[in-house]
């Protein structure tokens, strides 16, 4: 296998010249005849997940992870949907960003062009393969595909829908390739080959993580794990603050984000958190907590260190008791991993505090950590939330496997008047 | 020296706390502060860079490489100057970039960021000490410099100017380091401080950038060779193909942004070869050609595949004869570096084909390569023309040294209705 990871980004890199080329419409129309393709074989996609579903029940993988793989006749029209809204989002290549006049008398444009070869390790969901293969697509790029183990099978109908898509439009397969027999060397040669791939985007957890930064030759926009935090400030109106909680901590408690801890000022903290401790437990919210917050809700267990670094990924909550905002931005920095922050106040002066004291990629202001998503931020999809601070933080949309070149336009400017001949 | 450079990289990113909270005043003070200490030093400067030039000559250093290090009042003055540009460019920490309204009530903007610790690894010129210095501070950043050994005390007496002004506004004068005397151990520990810096940008020669390339674990963007071409078309006007040439090879030869080849198409190969080699030979331009250059200029050597390949940095030139606008794409997609590439013609589908047709950095039609350049492009001073296609790809100014994040401001809107307590 080894000899042909080479072999195949080649051709990866041969075809993404021609996704390069295509016409705005060809795109749209392409990535829509994916979506219908999706729909269309959803029965074998099922087929497929079923299998990997009672393969991770063997394996006893979480109920997070288990969340996070399968799908249903739901998701898989979700999938499809969301490449209909990449399909119907405008098309970042050859958008002109900025457009002047040098003094000179040339024109200097600001255009956007694809990156060329994009590599994409992740783990479990297998709507990533179909998401971030749109995305690609759309912004003209090539794709290399590496999945979890778990959902290898998920993801091998899911790219044979999209090729078959690529077949159908005269266009070559090799755009979209699925690589998920990488052994670890194949994947460290896949990482390396800088004259080939443009850009590697590990999604996932640490070891990942960890994995691809400790050996990529390539250029590496990680998608690291969300330790989100909601700090609710003395001046918070406590009913917001409470939704918010609720709704960042028990939907869907897999994503990256959910939130983890709250930090609760200790002016509010008799008013609020019994409260929000009765709404948590009653949608079945395990918590811990530091001393004082265990003094007024003696019944939760002690919170360690480990406990406010963790991304839970499940119905689990850290809280802690602050003193001021400076003691809550000092743990969001302790603790946190760059992804989203969202205080509660109606005082605008801790909100723009809040804002500039931290570095994270969202930080948010009475409102829902939920709303970190490339979906709800006009992105359409997203391939996922870079916490890497360079070319895109934050959640990335096709705009973001796009780079600015400079095009310029003159009628024979030179720069030193002596070189006239 | 090891076991302090992890220290010297924290005190920076301690320092650069400061420096990303200062207001575009303060910024624009200090830059205009450092820029009157280099001339007020010029002396100091000069006896120094005097040291440097002496030690190169012995050490036999080329004359491209000695025109790189050399400095003169003139040099200083322009260093200063520069400064004082950057200072009156726009601040782009706080620019908002994008805003928006979600249609769930939230208002969404891009905001641009200081990157953090920025670390600059470069080669000869000394003017690049100031010049990064001053764009990474523009941009709100701390910033670790590691200058060539050719020019260290060039180097010392800019850095120490410098942090003098520094100092002298009260701040840090850690948030500008100078590591001149690391070992190639402690430069490799640095490149590995994932946690302290948040980018390492390498200018220089092949191999600067492949050892940076293969040991860093901080993302990496590329200041790599510039093996710029002019493409001469069939429908070019000669004239402004001749001032073209000779504004992109003569002046200043060592800078990155000057032609290394010409490509002529056959049809004008008469009209203007002979013309062209007569002009640059007046100019003490030695030319290498391929068979068919040769055959209308027989005085010319031979060029290899090296000399295509090659970024000669002096007054040297490699010329060729093509059939076809193709062919010319098809050699520079061979032997181009993605810096810059030009093309002469009066034919808009030709310039459009040959704009499409590659993915340099900066493309021009009819103009100078010499405009490849962050002064000229409207950037002010440049940390470099960067060749790595992700985050900033061409020249980069202190916007390249911020990124954009999201900042959501709400009225307690929550995502899943049901979580509304």
Redesign the interface.
Known sequence: MNASVRDSALLCQQAAIQIA?LSTDSKNALLRSMADALQAQSATILAANAEDMSAARVKGISEAMLDRLALDDSRVGGIAEALRQVAALPDPVGQVTRS?R?D?G?S?ERVR?P??VIAMIYEARPNVTADAAALCIKAGNGVILRGGSEAVRSNQAIAACLRGALRDAGLSEHALMLLDDLSREAMLELMQL?DIV??IIPRGGEGLIRFV??NA?V???KHYKGVCHLYVDARA?L??A???L??GK??RPSACNSLETVLVHADVAAGFLP?AVR?LRERGVELVGDSRARELCPDMAPATDEDFAAEFLSLKLAVGIVDSEDAAIAHIRRFGSDHTEVIVTEDKVA?DRF??AL??????????S???DGG???LGAEIGIST????S???MGAEALT??????????????A????
């Not at 890497?388 to 070319?391: A, G, Q, S």
């Not at 780079?403 to 030193?416: A, K, S, Y």
């Not at 002596?418 to 001949?421: K, L």
Request: charged share 30%; aromatic share 6%; glycine share 6%.
């Open positions: 080329e002047e040098s000179k040339f200097i062009v990156l060329g800088s443009d850009l930064t400790e030759r250029p590496v926009i109106d009913d917001k409470l939704d918010i609720v709704d028990v939907s409260r709404a909100a804002i500039h570095r994270s990629a969202v930080v948010m202001v009475n409102t829902s939920r709303f970190s709800e931020l006009g890497t601070r360079l070319h933080y934050g959640p780079i600015e070149r400079f095009v310029l336009r003159g009628d024979g400017q030179v720069r030193h002596e070189s006239r001949v």
